[in-house]
């Protein structure tokens, strides 16, 4: 569990960055190997997320991986909006697509001034992987389009993500017919009202929904199913792209489905809030710079949480290494979980304080960092969650050092 996480490309569910800078801080806290796959515009993305210096830093010092793929598939659409229109799957790569040639020209297009910049650019792509397009991925997309019941299910899945209140037609109707490597549609789908809806929260000026654009999304589901294979990892992608995915191979996501209800139930109760790191970034009051002091020493944290069973309770994991050498640790069960909901003052009173605890400790972290470095020796979990982790994402704090 949390070994390794890759953020994927894909076309933009919406008017917003395909790459959100809570996630990614989330996943470089969480994750000991972060990796994103993307072409020259997600390398712009991730500038102007991290800034030109920190985006260098973080691939320099390996918390971050940037995974460079120029060749985009692609649906390629003959005689559009007519009785006659059809469609078939492509790759696509732009001249002087080499990230020798493209990394140098995305980070001058920064703020900054050239020559520091261009000496970015050569710190990045030494560090930088250029990942071997695989060129399978198009002929596995075709057979996917051979099972009528799996597009259809992808559809109507496409549509209730992008246009939750479109009216589907029951049964919606979504047919391929192939013709020497073109598809043509047969489809109940009013587009125009699909995308009444649609546009609603994303511009026309951005995208439309359209036939081509509900294969091509088919056709990345693929591309992201090759991605976790090939580096061993979970996936994070938007919920439409990973319900496309689970209808194909729901064991792939699996253990990313696990880990963001594990994340989600830890950070519920050590924050308060199931999103605390993600949200701390995406509504601006952290950048992902302010992550740097901590990352390093985040790495026997992240080690910990790798080596957690992949079926195991994250809580409960946390809470035996911090507790479970301890005084604690002897408490009637039923006590010590009523102690985790009240706060570790009024396991102070149970172990003889007379009430003292209890006036000061209730209401408080379920895990005092204070008491838990006088009772466990050693490096524990919560000395990273509840000393740098926790002063980071603490309202009006200044800076953290780790």
């Given amino acids: 569990m949390f070994e390794a996480i890759c953020i ?25 190997k972060v990796t994103v796959v993307g072409h020259a515009e997600v390398l ?6 991290c ?7 973080l691939v320099g010092e390996g918390h971050l991986a940037f995974a460079y793929d120029p060749v985009l598939g692609a649906v390629a659409t003959d005689n559009v909006a007519t009785t006659l229109e059809r469609h078939t799957l492509c790759n696509v790569e732009p001249q002087r697509s080499a990230l020798q040639d493209v990394a140098p020209d995305v980070f001058m297009e920064a703020s900054g001034k050239p020559g520091r910049l261009r000496r970015l650019a050569r710190r990045f792509i030494e560090h930088a992987l250029e990942l071997p397009h695989d060129t399978s991925i198009l002929d596995a997309a075709r057979r996917d389009f051979q099972e009528p019941q799996y597009v259809e299910e992808c559809v109507g899945y496409i549509l209730a993500g992008l246009a939750p209140g479109y009216r589907q037609p029951s049964p919606l109707q979504f047919a391929l017919r192939e013709d020497d490597g073109y598809y043509r549609i047969s489809t109940n789908i009013d587009f125009v ?26 056709l990345e589901a693929r591309e992201h199913l090759s991605l976790a294979t090939s580096l061993d990892a ?28 594990q994340l989600a139930h830890f950070q519920e109760l050590s924050f308060s809030d199931a999103h605390a790191v993600r949200e701390a970034f995406s509504g601006g009051g952290r950048s992902i710079s302010d992550l740097l002091p901590l990352l390093d020493n985040a790495r026997r944290w992240k080690t910990w949480l790798a080596e957690r069973p992949a079926d195991g309770d994250l809580l409960r994991e946390y809470w ?18 009523w102690v985790v909901f009240t706060g570790i003052g009024v396991a102070v009173d149970l172990a003889g304080a007379g009430g003292l605890g209890t006036a000061l400790g209730v209401g408080a972290s379920v895990v005092d960092a204070t008491i838990v470095q006088r009772v466990v020796s050693g490096w524990q979990p919560d000395q990273f969650v509840e000393g740098p982790l926790k002063k980071l994402l603490a309202p009006n704090s200044g800076s953290v050092q780790a």
Avoid: C
Wanted: proline fraction near 4%.
């Fill in 193 to 218: 009202a699909a995308n009444e809806v649609y546009h609603r929260t994303v511009p026309a000026s951005h995208s439309s929904l359209s036939s081509a654009q509900l294969l091509l999304m088919i």
């Fill in 234 to 261: 979970e996936l994070l992608v938007s919920p439409t792209r990973s319900a496309l995915i689970g209808l194909r191979m729901e064991s792939l996501l699996g253990r990313a489905g696990a880990s963001g209800q």
């Fill in 8 to 32: 994927a490309r894909q076309t933009q569910d919406g008017a917003g960055l395909a790459i959100d800078a809570g996630l990614l801080a989330e996943a470089l806290v969480f994750y000991q």
């Fill in 320 to 337: 035996a290494a911090a507790f479970g050498h301890s005084w604690l640790n002897s408490l009637p069960a039923k006590v010590a979980r």
């Fill in 44 to 49: 712009r993305q991730l500038i102007r997320i």
């Fill in 51 to 57: 800034g030109p210096d920190t985006l260098v830093t």
